[in-house]
């Protein structure tokens, strides 16, 4: 069991070990998620944007970059007429 005491500010230090097992770096986030009267602390993990690509299920696949800017493109030219 490791401990870390509560500053008057209610400020915590995460001990070394709980840091390194759980891979924190300075500036990451955490989340506290209160169960049973317990707090337990975890990372925050970002999801990169790429992995969500293709989880909704649209009606038609993203065209790439190159896609979106012709399709911008023919949009502009179809309202300029």
């Known amino acids: 069991m490791v401990k870390s005491r509560l500053s008057s500010k209610g400020q915590v230090t995460i001990p070394k070990p709980v840091r390194e097992a759980l891979g924190l770096s300075p500036g990451e986030e955490v989340v506290f998620e209160i ?6 602390l975890r990372p925050r993990r970002r999801v990169p944007l790429e992995a969500l690509l ?3 299920g649209g009606r038609h696949p993203f065209p790439g970059e190159e896609g979106e800017v012709r399709a911008r493109e023919e949009a502009w030219a179809q309202g300029q007429r």
């Open 54 to 56: 293709g989880r909704l």
């Open 35 to 40: 169960r049973e009267g317990e707090a337990i």
